[in-house]
C-alpha cells in the first residue's frame, strides 16, 4: 500500500517538473488580461500571451489582428470583461505584426474606441505556449 | 475493496500528472474548426484558419499557407527592379480548395510577422488575392 | 633669381589667394534647388531681394553670415515632407454601391445590438459588405462596433474578429 502510495506520488511529481527549466530569470507573475476602463470610455488591456495560454482559466484572451483595412485588437478578461478598438494606422499596424505567442500585449484607446497604443514586448522571462 | 481504492488512486494521478504535462488543464483556447473555405456563386470567397488547429487537425488533407516571393534585379538602365508574388492556398476537410495570388506588395507586407499560431484568413476575387487578415491571440493553439 | 627678388610675386600670390577665399562663392553656378542642406549661396538670385552684395569693398565674414542666415530661413520647413500614409485614405465621396454597402453593414449591426450579440453568422453577414465600402464608413461602422463592445451593449460570442 505504502509503496503504491509512493509510487504514484513520484509519477505525480515527475510530471510537475517535467518541462520546467533550470536557468534564467523568469517573470513570476500570473501573467493575466488586466482591463482599465475609464469613464470616459477610453481604456487600456494587457496580458502575456504564453501565461494566458498556459493558465487554467477559461474566459480570458488578448489578440491584434491586422489587416488591409487596418488593425483590430480585443482583450477579454477573467471577469468577463471584453473591450476592443480599431485603427487604420499602418504605424500602429507595424506593432501588431510584431505579435508572438511569447510576448506580452498592451493596447490603449480613446473615447472614441480608436486604439492609441500598441506595445509588445519580449523578453526571455515570458512564458511560450505550451502543450 | 483496498485493492481498487489504492489502484483508483494510482490511476487518479497518473492521468492529472499527464494531463498537467500536455497542458490541457489550461487556459481558454479558440475553437476554429481548422480550415474553412468559403466559395460563392460570382466567384470570389474567402478562406481561414488557424496555422497551429490546422496542422494538428485529425484530417490530413486540411493545409493552409501563404507563401511570398520577393525577387530583385538590375535592368540595363542599371535600376533595381522589384517584384513580388504572393499565392496563399488552404484546402479544408472535404478536400475543397481555395488558392490566390497577388503581386503587389501591401499584400505581401500582411504577411509579416505571421507566427506558428496565427490565424490567417484570405479573401480572393476570382484568383485574385483581395485582403489578408493576420490575427495572433493568446488563445490561439500552437503547432504541435 | 635672388631669394629677395621672390618675395614679391609670392606676396603677390599669397594675396590673391586671400582675396579669392573671401571673395568665396562668386562661380556663377546656380544653386541646387532641390536639395535641402544648408548650403551656403552667395550668387545673387533673381528671386532674392535680400541677398545683396556690398556695393564696394571685399565681401566680409558679416556679410557671408548674412548671407547663410537669409538662405536658411528661405529653405522649406523642417518636417514638411509627406508623412507615411496611412493604411487607407478617405477622401472621395463614396459611390451608390458603397452606400448600399454600409447600409446593409448597418443593419447587420443593427440587428446583433437588437440581440446584444454578434456571432460568426453576424461577421459572415458582414463580411462582403465590410469590403465593398468606402475607407470612412469602415471607420465609422467599427467605432460603433467598438463602443457597442466596450460599453457593454455588444457581446461577441466568439472570438473571431469582425472584420
Known amino acids: 500500500m505504502k509503496i503504491k502510495n509512493s509510487m504514484a506520488a513520484l509519477a505525480l511529481g515527475a510530471a510537475l517538473i517535467m518541462g520546467t527549466a533550470f536557468a534564467g530569470s523568469k517573470f513570476t507573475g500570473n501573467g493575466s488580461v488586466v482591463v482599465t476602463r475609464n469613464a470616459d470610455g477610453s481604456g487600456t488591456a494587457s496580458g502575456y500571451l504564453g501565461h494566458v495560454y498556459n493558465a487554467p482559466t477559461t474566459l480570458e484572451f488578448i489578440a491584434c489582428q491586422k489587416s488591409n483595412f487596418g488593425i483590430y485588437c480585443q482583450a477579454k478578461s477573467e471577469a468577463n470583461v471584453h473591450v476592443a478598438c480599431s485603427s487604420n494606422s499602418a504605424f500602429l499596424a507595424n506593432g501588431v505584426g510584431s505579435l508572438s505567442a511569447d510576448a506580452r500585449l498592451t493596447f490603449k484607446w480613446d473615447a472614441a474606441g480608436k486604439c492609441t497604443n500598441i506595445q509588445v514586448a519580449h523578453s526571455s522571462e515570458f512564458q511560450d505556449k505550451q502543450g | ?144 | 633669381m635672388a631669394s629677395r627678388q621672390w618675395l614679391m610675386p609670392a606676396a603677390t600670390g599669397l594675396t590673391g589667394l586671400v582675396a579669392g577665399f573671401l571673395m568665396g562663392g562668386h562661380t556663377g553656378e546656380s544653386p541646387s534647388t532641390g536639395d535641402a542642406s544648408p548650403h551656403v549661396v552667395v550668387y545673387p538670385r533673381a528671386d532674392s531681394t535680400s541677398t545683396q552684395l556690398p556695393a564696394s569693398g571685399p565681401v566680409t565674414l558679416d556679410d557671408l553670415r548674412r548671407v547663410v542666415r537669409e538662405e536658411l530661413a528661405a529653405l522649406p520647413a523642417a518636417g514638411a515632407v509627406r508623412g507615411g500614409h496611412d493604411v487607407e485614405s478617405a477622401v472621395a465621396e463614396p459611390t451608390p454601391e458603397q452606400d448600399f454597402a454600409a447600409d446593409q453593414a448597418r443593419a447587420v449591426l443593427g440587428s446583433a445590438l437588437s440581440r446584444r450579440s454578434w456571432t460568426d453568422a453576424d461577421r459572415d453577414a458582414l463580411a462582403p459588405q465590410f469590403a465593398a465600402m468606402s475607407p470612412a464608413q469602415r471607420e465609422e461602422w467599427l467605432q460603433q462596433y467598438v463602443q457597442a463592445v466596450n460599453q457593454g451593449r455588444l457581446v461577441p460570442e466568439s472570438e473571431l474578429p469582425p472584420f
Do not use: Q, W
Open chain 2, 1 to 144: 475493496m483496498k485493492l481498487s481504492i489504492h489502484a483508483t488512486r494510482m490511476g487518479l494521478a497518473v492521468v492529472a500528472a499527464a494531463l498537467c504535462a500536455t497542458g490541457a488543464l489550461a487556459g481558454a483556447r479558440y475553437g476554429l474548426p481548422s480550415v474553412t473555405v468559403v466559395k460563392n456563386a460570382d466567384g470570389s470567397g474567402r478562406a481561414y484558419g488557424t496555422l497551429g488547429g490546422t496542422r494538428n487537425s485529425a484530417f490530413p488533407s486540411e493545409k493552409l499557407s501563404c507563401t511570398v516571393s520577393r525577387t530583385s534585379s538590375v535592368n540595363l538602365a542599371g535600376s533595381e527592379v522589384k517584384t513580388t508574388a504572393v499565392v496563399c492556398t488552404a484546402t479544408d476537410k472535404n478536400r475543397v480548395t481555395a488558392t490566390c495570388v497577388s503581386n503587389k506588395e501591401e499584400i505581401a507586407d500582411l504577411l509579416n510577422g505571421l507566427s506558428n499560431d496565427g490565424l490567417l484568413e484570405f479573401s480572393f476575387t476570382g484568383a485574385t488575392c483581395m485582403s489578408i487578415y493576420v490575427y495572433e491571440s493568446s488563445s490561439l493553439e500552437r503547432k504541435r
